[in-house]
């Protein structure tokens, strides 16, 4: 079994170091925090959980409320949080909301069953779960930002992302673009879209053919596109508010008789891993998940132990991949 004195050594701190880490004593700075996690992480040393919550009056839990778990951006991002929160020493506890609506999570928080909570699919109609936690626990909001939460909030710049897109088709000379998009409650699809509309408006484009869902889903997205392909709409790009509907837009375009990229263009966004399959090929904009985690446990870790500053809204720089779906010329 992995011991405080390795964890310590590998760090280059003392053992009373990584015991203060462990209890989230706030006198040990963010640098060494992070040298010390990241030890514990790479050793797999694990504290004891029940000493730790007799010293400290906390339960080593946090909260993760998720939704859209058929999006395969979602899976991946609770692992990195499994995998972030493990690192600390923390327990993580998920709740689906599609399924609980976060009821559970915040009977959790009331009960002192959890000592924070990540939010990674929060909008403008969880209104309550805001009122029902506000000063009860820690809550960072992960890929979403929603105006009036007092809470750290992380997402990438998915304004800047759609523009990205927008910039990309124009510098490529599309002159026939549409939008494979969704509902706007998500600030991560209402701010791509308006990126997107925003630069395609300025070079002319502001009126497009748009085709829009109900639910993000694949299925939905091969019908939507299909439905305005065929009302005789032909256009030589499309960008996808996410890579779940860039799936369904290319094959409803292959279903059509339409060659990608020869004819069309397609551009998703977020860069799930099935993006990358040879099958999909699919160009698109990556979001900085790795990053976007780290961040969030930390500012959460920083928060339990009794960080009373202002909350953070942090904006992470996204890429743009190019892929064998757009006028890519590149090798495989």
């Excluded at 805001?130 to 710049?157: F, H």
């Excluded at 304004?159 to 549409?178: K, N």
């Amino acid at each position: 079994m992995v011991t405080a004195r390795e964890v310590a050594r590998r760090a280059g701190v003392s053992q009373p170091t990584v015991s203060r880490v462990v209890s989230g004593h706030p006198s040990v700075g963010q640098e060494i925090r992070e040298r010390v996690l990241r030890a514990m992480s790479e050793t797999g040393y694990r504290p004891n959980a029940a000493a730790r919550a007799m010293r400290t009056g906390t339960s080593g839990n946090v909260g993760v409320v998720t939704a859209r778990l058929h999006n395969p951006m979602y899976p991946e991002l609770l692992q990195m949080l499994g995998h972030a929160l493990h690192g600390a020493g923390l327990r993580m506890m998920v709740w689906n909301a599609d399924v609980t609506e976060g009821a559970f999570a915040l009977e959790a928080a009331r009960q002192g069953m959890v000592d924070g909570l990540i939010f990674t699919s929060a909008n403008s109609d969880s209104t309550y779960l805001k009122e029902g936690l506000a000063g009860r626990v820690p809550v960072v909001l992960i890929n979403r930002v929603v105006e009036g939460w007092p809470s750290d909030q992380i997402a990438s710049d998915n304004r800047a992302g759609g523009s990205m897109v927008a910039d990309y088709f124009l510098a490529a000379g599309r002159s026939r673009p549409a939008l494979l998009t969704g509902p706007l409650q998500p600030s991560t699809i209402r701010d791509r879209e308006a990126g997107f509309r925003a630069a395609m408006a300025v070079a002319g484009f502001a009126d497009m053919p748009t085709a829009r869902v109900e639910r993000f889903t694949y299925d939905e997205a091969f019908v939507a596109l299909s439905r305005l392909l065929g009302d005789g709409v032909s256009p030589d790009a499309v960008f996808c508010t996410n890579d779940l509907l860039g799936l369904g837009g290319l094959d409803a375009l292959r279903a059509a008789g339409r060659r990608v990229p020869a004819d069309t263009w397609v551009v998703g966004y977020d860069d799930i891993p099935m993006a990358a399959w040879r099958a999909f090929d699919l160009t698109t904009v990556r979001q900085p998940l790795a990053e976007m985690v780290r961040r969030a446990v930390a500012l959460l870790l920083r928060r339990i132990e009794g960080d009373a500053a202002d909350p953070e809204r942090l904006s992470l720089p996204v890429e743009l991949i190019l892929r064998g779906s757009s006028g890519w010329a590149g090798g495989r």
